[in-house]
């Protein structure tokens, strides 16, 4: 996500160094290279040439402090410009209603039925809601039944009529069904259209004005780019919705949407979706990603992630465990699951400031952790509590049974003591601590 763009800006901030100042001749290549870079990452062209004017007018406005050199005020300057663009703060959804009615709206194969699915879940799992799917894409029979799959796999109730083809009916019905069944969000998950078919946007316009909804969401495929941002203008003159929702953005994206659609539609982008478990969707925060465009990480989306999966009576009981040098393969494999949700590896890594230019041409496997997984699952649970009772023919077997290797065992069983003797010695590492603060500093090392 956004590689490309990352490692153009940062070539073209190289252009002013060893400037001692900012004046209007030493940006000027700088912001063409930066408009450039805008254009090629997909961005519409009116938003390019707006944002390196707005970035000259502050640049030229600024008193740079001798301590601050050019470049470093130049990428702050972007940074907080890129901010803006794309919204300035987080929006947050609309659930006044009782119960609270979303509407989602798209282009076919934008991903909004697993959108829908995504947001139900985490309504439910973040926001403590009981939310109701509705499948109303009447014209798609593997739409509905991907719906009622998702919302077998998150535990989620989904509303279907066999044999309605009246979208306004069973969005209506719908609704009925969740205030007598106590759901607090009527998620309505509605058919893919084109903006230039006139009788499917009169359909969803119906739909919009006969359920009233309190929240209505654009998604958007961001690998379509500024075709994307088009289609979201002219739905937006139909149906003026509330927010844009960008999926796909993990994948090969150049990130045009991203940064354009707010200046083009004047709504916020109020979720992104970063892979394909039912997990990943992030509120979007606009700061954190221009962090990320700027390959400046983003620590405290990675820090929330962890906190996600983080259960404290847990923690403290596997604490205990490595006091004690009792943590044993079953403790890992809950870890490695645990690291599994949080998202696809390359991501998480990239949240890492510095870490996204490192792991540019670096291919992360989300499968990575298969083998380990493998070959701890084809332990006996006896072999899981005490590796120590480990050897030469259980690993043998460990060995066929996971369908690795004898030395993949052996490597897996080092890897894990080292694992448990770094762990053994940072439960005691505030005890060291303790001591060491007390050694003369002459001594100190």
């Known amino acids: 996500m956004f590689e490309n763009l990352s490692e153009r800006l940062e070539k073209s901030f190289k252009l002013l160094k060893g400037e ?20 090629d990452a997909d961005v519409n062209y009116k938003t390019a040439k707006t944002f390196t004017e707005t970035v000259k007018q502050k640049a030229m406005g600024q008193n740079v402090l001798n301590a601050v050199k050019p470049g470093e005020m130049m990428v702050k300057l972007v940074h907080d410009e890129l901010a803006v663009l794309m919204g300035g703060t987080s929006t947050d959804i609309n659930l006044k209603g009782s119960p609270s009615i979303i509407l989602i709206a798209g282009l076919q194969g934008s991903g909004k039925t697993t959108f829908t699915g995504k947001l139900a879940n985490l309504l439910k799992t973040k926001r403590s809601k009981n939310p109701l799917l509705v499948a109303g894409d009447v014209y798609r029979p593997a739409a509905i039944n991907q719906l009622q799959v998702l919302g077998e796999q998150i535990g989620t109730t989904v509303y279907t009529e066999e044999g309605c083809k009246d979208p306004v009916k069973l969005a209506k019905d719908g609704i009925a069904v969740a205030k007598k069944g106590a759901h607090d969000v009527v998620i309505i998950d509605t058919a893919g259209r084109l903006a230039i078919d006139e009788q499917m946007m009169e359909e969803i316009s119906a739909v919009k004005k006969a359920v009233n909804p309190d929240e209505i969401l654009f998604v958007v495929d961001s690998m379509t780019g500024q075709d994307a941002v088009n289609t979201a203008k002219e739905f937006n003159d139909r149906l003026d919705f509330d927010g844009v929702v960008l999926t796909k953005l993990d994948g090969d994206t150049r990130g045009g949407a991203a940064l354009s659609i707010r200046s083009v539609v004047d709504k916020p982008i109020k979720f992104v979706g970063t892979g394909e478990k039912m997990e990943a969707l992030d509120v979007f925060h606009p700061n954190r990603m221009a962090d990320r465009i700027l390959g400046m990480g983003d620590i405290v ?14 923690a403290r009981k596997l604490q205990k465990k490595i006091a004690k040098n009792q943590f044993n393969f079953d403790d890992f494999l809950k870890q490695i699951q645990q690291i599994k949700k949080m998202g696809n590896l390359k991501d998480l890594a990239a949240m890492i400031p510095g870490m996204g230019k490192m792991l540019k041409n670096i291919d992360f496997d989300d499968d990575a952790f298969k083998g380990i997984e493998a070959i701890i699952r084809s332990m006996t649970p006896a072999e899981r509590e005490q590796p120590s009772i480990i050897d030469g023919s259980r690993k043998k077997r460990i060995a066929a049974g996971s369908g690795t290797t004898i030395q993949e065992v052996n490597r897996l069983i080092k890897q894990f003591d080292d694992t448990r003797k770094v762990m053994k010695m940072m439960t005691t590492g505030n005890k060291m601590g303790k001591m060491m603060g007390k050694m003369p500093i002459g001594k100190r090392r």
């Open 301 to 314: 989306s990675l820090v929330e992630r962890a906190q996600e999966q983080y259960d404290e009576e847990e």
């Open 20 to 39: 001692s100042k900012i004046t209007e001749l030493n940006i000027a290549e700088t912001l063409k290279d930066i408009r450039r870079a805008l254009l």
